[in-house]
């Protein structure tokens, strides 16, 4: 396992000063309105308010994972997500790299789906932090795939080449991955096809045979379908894929 050093990033105030959003610290499912529009036509005085949302949440992570109508944060990093605001790229580290049960209940049901597109839009090209919380076989296996995800939408960006997902996601098969059958495993096989299985096959061939990855989730018929494509073609289904994109627009509910 990858231990994510916390030491590394600062921790602020343990209260939040809110104007913007004073009053909405908790709602249920559908997003204040008044506040988020205000925040999206006032970026700068927003910013730093959204920053203290998330520095709050986590400082407070434990209690606050407990409180299901505690969701303000939600928006903050959807907002934040919209502006590709990188300030928001170490907190929203640190939320994934939660004890698996608060990050699971702080992330709610993005932790499934749009988490992946919240990472990759506040990425300031760093992605070691990433890949830090891809490898810790500990945190919340969810969380971690969309870490894993994350990685796709980087590449359809140009933060990130082909050639370097292809030597991390070799590295993942052979050692950096715990061989734990976790959801993590399964999902690898997939996001190799979608960025052209060439020079993966083998190994995702070896993941099968050893039982690291489930054989339904690694269809080996279809990969020897991608392989006779073009590589070109293949990333060009994957650009036109809007589930691995930056957050363009916001969502208006929850859930």
Known sequence: MINIDMDKFPKGDTSMDLKIFKGYERFKYIYPAEPVCYALENREEAVAELLGILEYTLENAEELSKDPEYLIHIPAMYILAYFRETKAYESIIRIAALPDDQAFYLLGDIVLDGFKNVLASVCDGNIGPVKDIIEASLLDEYTRTQALEALLILLNHDVVSREELVLYFKELFNGKLEADCCYVWNALPGL???????????????????????????????????????????LNELKMDEDYSFILKLRSKIM
């Not at 061939?205 to 989730?217: D, F, S």
């Not at 018929?221 to 293949?234: A, G, N, R, S």
């Open 192 to 234: 190799c096809f979608m960025i052209h299985p060439s020079g993966l096959e083998d190994d995702i061939r070896k993941a099968v045979a050893e039982g690291k990855v489930l054989k339904i989730n690694a269809d080996l018929d279809f990969m020897d379908q991608q392989l006779k494509m073009p590589v070109e073609e293949v």
